[in-house]
């Protein structure tokens, strides 16, 4: 019997989606996944929504993109270091290691340790022919590309392309600062066997979008 408790198709699952991943998802049974996490902006998000009966408008915390080193972490680092079910390569774990001497175990190790386990359950639900598009911005691209490059690459798969998204006009003063108004999609495949008019047709609907 699976350990999956349930295999249905087309389903919307709520909640944490690391979580859901290990609940859910077999291993190698998704075409592309697509993921839009938490930047690590240090900002609080909110959400806009209608009570229901009311005519009024409220602010509901949608959540909060700050993260500190708490057990969690630790037990998210713990949990990569001692790799008990075999998804991480060595190569991901000895870059965490690293990036603990250069970044001290403060935010953004415990947003990146938060992200590589996401990144192992991601790439063990693809299939061989399986793509991944991570949504980023720059605060932490340079550090994510290193732990993708780490995780799918060693396992056979290949970095496609840096898709770079303006999402609006710059409007700041160039003489003191450039305008911060682009996202960064990394586009990254299972098996470098895929086909590319695949990923050309992925990369067409994004353009569209």
């Not at 870059?95 to 935010?107: A, C, F, H, M, T």
Request: aromatic share 12%; proline share 3%.
């Amino acid at each position: 019997m699976s350990r999956f408790s349930n295999n249905r198709k087309n389903y919307l699952y709520y909640g944490d989606n690391l979580d859901n991943l290990r609940r859910f998802v077999p291993d190698e049974s998704v075409d592309l996944c697509y993921i839009d996490p938490p930047f690590n902006s240090k900002r609080t998000y909110n959400q806009i929504y209608t009570n229901v009966g009311k005519e009024d408008a409220a602010q509901a915390q949608a959540f909060i993109d700050t993260w500190i080193w708490d057990d969690l972490a630790e037990k998210g680092f713990s949990e990569i270091m001692e790799n008990s079910l075999g998804l991480f390569t060595s190569q991901a774990m000895d870059l965490l290691v690293g990036l603990e001497k250069v970044l001290r175990r403060e935010s953004l190790l415990a947003y990146l340790v938060s992200m590589t386990l996401r990144i192992a359950e991601i790439h063990r639900v693809l299939k061989p022919t399986g793509s991944f598009y991570f949504h980023c911005d720059p605060t932490s691209s340079h550090y994510l590309k290193l732990i993708l490059d780490s995780i799918f690459c060693p396992q056979g798969g290949d970095f496609k392309s840096e898709i770079i998204w303006q999402r609006v006009t710059g409007k700041s003063n160039a003489s003191r600062r450039f305008p911060q108004n682009h996202d960064v999609i990394f586009c990254i495949i299972k098996a470098i066997t895929i086909r590319g008019i695949k990923i050309a047709f992925i990369l067409l609907t994004i353009q569209k979008i």
